[in-house]
């Protein structure tokens, strides 16, 4: 019995002693929930390892598959989009990713054209009164106007610039119903997305020569009174998007960007009749020079455009083509330094720099003009005028492409799947019918031979091609002029046309 109790209390002893190491171990272990989080800590810090090389290896197999792409196809994949900018990116590598599909700034580049003399086909039927007045005109090609217009439109629109700027002289005398078409054509270049500037020519309001032509009969027709009606016919086109508008007249300012505006100068007298010359009121002067000081100040590009010449720019057509206040005007632009006037009315492509007086230094600074050709005359040019990335200012001509587009619609008319030739051909032949009923007492043969090289010259300068005197007169045709000296005028004609255009006039670059 005694026996017994013993074995119990060292049984008793030992429980107590296992229960001891058992305290001192979860001491020194920590608890259960420590350990919970500790092994919990653990799986993730693993997790996050493999994932992260799960990751990595995703991200080294898209390269992989960018590389291979541009390897087959020779250009980068477009990956830098929103998206891919935003996956995993630093913020500095993703401004560098957004920035690099941001399009670089491009100066205005503008398409421009003059003298239009739009008339639709909707006012004549091609008839005997149509014809005479072809015939009796200076080389409009007028038949073929409305193709002209669309052949414009489609380049315009293939080219996408700035602005399509059009220098007055839209219609061919002011009528409502060619204004009204023309501005439908108009609309296709403004739906594009570009940006139309209109301003008016001495032929474009209150011109009492408004016709439509039908069998034998030119009979009088609807015009455009008033500015005001210009302006409501016209108004999507330049008025609506200016900032400025001058209330004497129907000149504008409109800006293409931030440094660059337009000046769209209405040069013209209306209010009695359509006055063949121009000038601008003295109001339209404080009002220029009102906003080219702010010009000035902010450092913004001002481009000035009128239909009158501001220069004397014409040995053959000395009147009525340079604006009567010319000088004045002169004065104030280049009082503010402005590099350029464009202009259109003469109905030849020139260019020239003013000059104080003569003798004066070619690299002094004066105002340079360009006259813009006039599109309804073949070669039918356009001009394309533009900011280069140093700021200065470049111009060139182009040739509409009828011939393209008579052949991409289909057309099987031969004058205009020809027109170069057809076009060249139709001016020559129209002065030089007006020519050889002055020319008398000579054999028809000779007569087509001297009106032939009248024809010559007066589209070579009426197109701003160089031409030299001496081999112009060197032909059979150039000694009978000499020889003949017929006093009719076409002779000293001929000699002021080749003083004018000893130069191409097809390049301009501002110095």
């Not at 960007?257 to 209405?266: A, K, R, S, Y």
């Not at 001009?383 to 700021?391: A, F, I, R, T, V």
Request: hydrophobic share 30%.
């Amino acid at each position: 019995m005694r026996l017994k109790k013993c074995v119990l209390a060292l049984i008793y002893f030992l429980m107590i002693l296992a229960c001891l190491g058992i305290v001192v171990f979860l001491g020194r272990v920590g608890g259960p929930e420590e350990n919970l989080r500790e092994e919990n800590i653990e799986e993730s810090e693993e997790k996050t390892k493999i994932d992260g090389q799960e990751e990595e290896t995703l991200f080294q197999k898209e390269s992989e598959e960018w590389n291979k792409e541009e390897t087959q196809t020779g250009e980068q994949p477009d990956f830098f989009d929103e998206k891919s900018c935003k996956r995993g990116y630093s913020q500095t590598d993703t401004e560098e990713c957004l920035t690099e599909t941001e399009e670089a700034y491009s100066p205005p580049r503008l398409m421009m054209a003059s003298d239009l003399h739009y008339i639709s086909d909707a006012t004549h039927d091609e008839g005997q009164a149509f014809c005479k007045m072809v015939q009796e005109d200076d080389g409009k090609i007028s038949m073929y106007s409305d193709v002209l217009l669309d052949v414009l439109t489609e380049e315009v629109i293939a080219a996408a610039p700035s602005a399509l700027v059009l220098t007055g002289d839209i219609t061919l005398n002011g009528e409502k119903e060619n204004h009204l078409r023309l501005a439908e054509k108009l609309q296709k270049v403004k739906d594009a997305g570009i940006l139309v500037l209109v301003i008016p020519g001495n032929h474009d309001i209150n011109n009492q020569n408004a016709a439509v032509y039908f069998g034998d009969e030119k009979e009088p027709t609807e015009y455009l009174e008033t500015g005001q009606e210009f302006v409501d016919i016209y108004h999507e086109f330049g008025y609506d998007q200016a900032f400025e508008r001058d209330s004497t007249s129907l000149s504008y300012f409109c800006e293409l960007d931030e440094t660059h505006w337009m000046l769209m100068l209405d040069t013209c007298q209306y209010e009695d009749y359509n006055h063949v010359s121009g000038r601008l009121r003295p109001e339209t002067l404080d009002w220029i020079e009102e906003y080219l000081k702010q010009a000035k100040e902010q450092g913004i590009k001002v481009l000035p455009v009128g239909h009158h010449n501001l220069l004397s720019e014409s040995r053959l057509y000395t009147t009525e083509c340079t604006m009567e206040n010319h000088q004045d005007i002169i004065r104030l632009f280049e009082k503010y330094q402005l590099p350029l006037y464009v202009s259109g009315h003469l109905h030849a492509q020139r260019i020239k720099k003013h000059k104080a007086e003569p003798g004066v230094e070619e690299d002094r600074y004066g105002i340079s003009e360009i006259v813009l050709s006039p599109y309804s005359i073949p070669p039918c040019q356009y001009e394309y005028l533009l900011w280069k990335e140093d700021g200065k200012l470049e111009f060139s001509t182009r040739q509409a492409d009828v011939e393209g587009f008579a052949a991409e619609n289909g057309s099987t008319d031969e004058n205009l799947l020809c027109f170069s030739q057809y076009g060249t051909d139709f001016v020559k032949r129209i002065v030089e019918g007006q020519v050889k009923k002055t020319i008398r007492a000579i054999p028809e043969e000779l007569k087509s031979e001297m009106a032939g090289l009248y024809g010559d010259i007066y589209y070579d300068y009426c197109a701003g091609n160089s031409m030299e005197r001496r081999e112009r007169y060197s032909t059979r045709a150039g000694r009978l002029w000499e020889r003949m000296n017929l006093n009719n005028g076409y002779m000293e004609d001929m000699d002021q046309m080749l003083a004018d255009t000893k130069e191409g006039m097809h390049d301009w670059q501002e110095p």
